[in-house]
């Protein structure tokens, strides 16, 4: 039997051993930024999670623009030096590629993280003043940001290109921007929260074009061999908000402008919307977006089981998954998937005992310890 989804994949110039992808995830185990032994130790487990591409949380691209206190960055020495080190020693001790999300969280930054409540930060937790298109809360629990003027877009673009150049110096092999979630990429091609009467807002090309700016800029200092890609979410899953048609458009704009890859999420633009919780309910926009625009395209939400994400990617409805919480639950989840789906998945030489070839008795030869 021979499966897609332990098959090989190349986006652009970068080569990967199948098409299972780790979700970038937050830790809130930050300092200032800067990564912790808890990155050390996570990111490592990960990189023999027998997924090919291990992508690391939205990570601000400037101080403001982490979501909480604990969010890493990439916007100071401190922050490229650390992260080098943790994906160095990822590298050296894992099977797995290394890509970055970098983000900015836009309204929705100065948050608390998700165990101390996660609503906007209190008058005596150390709050920020946050940015957006349009001087509008999330939330009855955040404070209202201030809206962008042109000085500060360009401040934002720039940080985007210094975090993508210290990106590439730290040793990630894909970069992600984040236009999903509500975030500030999405919060300006959503018309729920951009009502800017500028060049900024409006209609779809005015709402789409501060992020197609920083998307060219972060393009222009990324080698041309490089995946850079972007995750959306593809409808704001309410009345009046992006539809999966908008998204084809968005996507397509991108993709002129030199997207090599989408990943397809979706909601986040209000605290109030709740996205679905159906199995793959990202999985319709991702094959319509991937059908009608023809870019590489990965899909994430609530893909949990070896079948699911094999029927995915052999009935052409995405290219890549992403998995999250899957990840989580279970770090070696290629492992089994590989084991189900008759396929092979690269394992660290410490570990080959357990691989299934072994099985069942293999005896304990020689020297074995
Ligand atoms: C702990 C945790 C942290 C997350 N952090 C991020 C993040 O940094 N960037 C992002 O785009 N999505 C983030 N997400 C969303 C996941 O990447 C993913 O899209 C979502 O969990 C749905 O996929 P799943 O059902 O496979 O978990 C996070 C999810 C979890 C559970």
């Known amino acids: 039997m021979t499966s897609a989804l332990f098959s090989a994949y190349k986006i652009n110039q970068l080569e990967l051993a199948n098409r299972i992808v780790v979700a970038p995830m937050c830790q809130y185990s930050a300092n ?19 997924a090919s591409l291990v ?35 990822c590298k050296r001790i894992g099977t797995a590629k290394f890509g970055i999300q970098l ?22 937790e150390d709050p920020w003043q946050t940015i957006a298109p349009s001087a509008i809360a999330p939330g009855a629990a955040w404070q209202a940001p201030r809206a962008m003027d042109e000085a500060d877009m360009a401040e934002v673009r720039e940080a985007f290109v210094d975090a993508a150049k210290r990106s590439l110096r730290a040793g990630f ?12 990429m999405h919060s300006f091609v959503s018309p729920i929260s951009n009502k800017r009467n500028d060049a900024y807002g409006g209609s779809l090309e005015g709402r789409m074009r501060f992020p197609l700016e920083v998307l ?14 972007a995750r959306i ?39 109030e919307v709740r996205t679905p919780a159906t199995p793959g309910y990202n999985v319709p926009i991702a094959a319509q977006i991937r059908r009608e625009t023809g870019i ?13 994400a094999e029927d995915i990617v052999a009935q052409g409805k995405a290219d890549m998954i992403a998995l ?35 099985w069942p008795g293999a005896a304990y030869r020689g020297n074995a310890a």
């Open 173 to 184: 092999e894909s970069i992600e921007l984040h236009m999903a979630h509500g975030y500030l």
């Open 32 to 50: 200032d930024g800067v990564p912790s032994p808890w990155h050390t130790t996570h990111l490592g487990m990960l990189a023999n999670s027998g």
């Open 233 to 271: 979410s593809s409808t704001d899953w309410m009345e009046g908000g992006l539809t999966g048609d908008d998204s084809v458009a968005w996507v397509a704009a991108m993709k002129d402008a030199g997207l090599d890859f989408v990943d397809i999420s979706s909601g986040g633009v209000t605290a």
């Open 324 to 358: 999250g919480r899957a990840m989580l639950e279970d770090p070696h989840w290629a492992w089994m998937a590989a084991k189900q789906l008759g396929a092979e998945v690269k394992r660290p030489n410490q570990y080959l005992r357990a691989a299934p070839k072994m």
């Open 216 to 229: 060219r800029a972060v393009r222009a200092v990324v080698p041309k061999g490089m995946p850079l890609g």
């Open 296 to 308: 590489p395209t990965r899909v994430v939400g609530l893909i949990a089981t070896a079948q699911q």
């Open 103 to 124: 983000a900015h969280a836009g309204r929705k930054a100065s948050s608390a993280r998700p165990w101390e409540g996660g609503l906007g930060l209190k008058p005596n």
């Open 55 to 89: 992508v690391v949380e939205a990570t601000g691209v400037e101080r403001r623009g982490r979501i909480t206190h604990g969010c890493t960055g990439i916007y100071s020495d401190e922050c490229e030096d650390a992260f080098a080190r943790v994906i160095a020693h």
